[in-house]
């Protein structure tokens, strides 16, 4: 238990469906990010909230939605996705307003399949 | 952009030492972190650097050389249960106030 919890831990979904990933923190940090991480590559940055607005959209295409009700709770909504679009989404918290020396608190992730 | 490079698979063996490099440009260098990933789980902290020098935590020490935009990891007395993906990620004030950059990582696998 990483203190972030992830779910599901794995999901399988046709390129119709539409589904969502959920991440949950209960460390009081204000700030919550999704990353996409694929084979031999380095993690992704998608999104960034803090304290439950927006602040950065790396260019990630509109089929990948996310939500952020409050600081504890972040959402990824899913649809139409492509098989390209399969990896482990990690969902991370931290601190925002000052400099952290532990950077974030990662969960376990989502392993996604796109069939 | 951030250019972060390390290698991407190392072995060693057990009871041995082990260093993992990473270099880096940015020109908004705040801090330089080092996580340790087992498959299937979620990256974990191991050290944070952000003034040049060396960290000694345990078996693990992290150096930093912002002048030289080089980072390593340094793992003595390996144990098998070290074979595990480790990620060099730099801090960039530029982009926001807390947003981590990250390698592609780079596989340990410590043998017998």
């Known amino acids: 238990e990483t203190g972030v919890t992830q779910t599901p831990r794995h999901l399988v979904m046709g390129m119709t469906n539409k589904k969502s990933l959920k991440c949950e923190q209960h460390l009081g940090h204000n700030a919550m990010y999704w990353y996409k991480q694929s084979a031999k590559k380095p993690l992704e940055l998608m999104f960034v909230y803090n304290f439950k607005e927006q602040t950065e959209n790396n260019s990630v295409p509109s089929r990948f939605s996310p939500e952020c009700p409050n600081s504890s709770h972040l959402f990824l909504h899913l649809h139409t996705l492509q098989p390209e679009d399969s990896a482990l989404y990690l969902c991370a918290s931290s601190q925002t307003g000052g400099v952290s020396s532990y950077g974030y608190t990662f969960g376990s992730g989502t392993r996604l399949t796109v069939v | 952009g951030q250019n972060i490079d390390q290698p991407t698979e190392m072995t060693a063996t057990e009871g041995a030492i082990v260093q993992i490099n990473c270099t880096y440009q940015?020109?908004?260098?705040?801090?330089l972190f080092w996580y340790q990933q087992h498959a299937g789980e979620a990256p974990t902290f191991l050290s944070y650097?952000?003034?040049?020098g060396l960290e000694e935590k345990g078996r693990f020490s992290s150096f930093l050389s912002r002048s030289k935009g080089y980072s390593y990891l340094l793992l003595k007395e390996l144990q098998m249960k070290d074979s595990a993906s480790y990620l060099c990620?730099?801090?960039?004030?530029?982009?926001?106030?807390?947003?981590?950059?990250f390698g592609t990582g780079t596989r340990l696998t410590v043998i017998p």
């Open positions: 990620a730099v801090r960039d004030r530029r982009t926001g106030a807390n947003n981590l950059f």
């Open positions: 650097n952000v003034l040049d």
């Open positions: 940015t020109s908004g260098f705040n801090g």
